[in-house]
């Protein structure tokens, strides 16, 4: 199991603009990352963990279709292994705690659900707050 990493996370004000990267943690060995699919839940307390985009290795992305949509990007970079979630128009029911997975996923996966990815960070903190 690939252990991920997330980092960018903070206390920001309404409308800022922020960017979350993840990548494998150093003592994974991950030769097939350019083939993995990578994507990022948020869990908000007292919520359920819910998908907000997910991106595959040729950078075919899906993002969230309600307020996400138009706000948030995901991207990667192969050659340096990572993957990235830029939220601009931040917004108080955004603040939640952000999850980055990954995997070797097969056709035909639901990629908006959790249970499709084996590898996963511990998360960091999003606040959005005046």
């Known amino acids: 199991q690939v252990q991920m990493i997330e980092s960018g996370g903070g206390l920001v004000q309404p409308g800022d603009s922020v960017t979350l990267s993840c990548a494998p943690s150093?003592?994974?060995?991950?030769?097939?990352?350019?083939?993995?699919?990578m994507a990022w839940f948020r869990q908000a307390p007292g919520k359920e963990r819910e998908f907000v985009a997910s991106i595959t290795y040729n950078n075919r992305s899906t993002v969230r279709t309600d307020s996400m949509k138009g706000r948030f990007t995901i991207s990667r970079d192969n050659t340096k292994n990572m993957a990235y979630l830029r939220m601009n128009g931040l917004k108080p029911e955004d603040t939640a705690i952000y999850y980055c997975?990954?995997?070797?996923?097969?056709?035909?996966?639901?990629?908006?659900?959790?249970?499709?990815?084996?590898?996963w960070g511990q998360g960091t903190q999003v606040t959005v707050s005046s």
């Open positions: 150093e003592r994974s060995h991950i030769p097939t990352f350019i083939r993995y699919i």
């Open positions: 997975a990954g995997g070797l996923v097969g056709p035909g996966a639901i990629l908006e659900s959790p249970t499709t990815y084996a590898d």
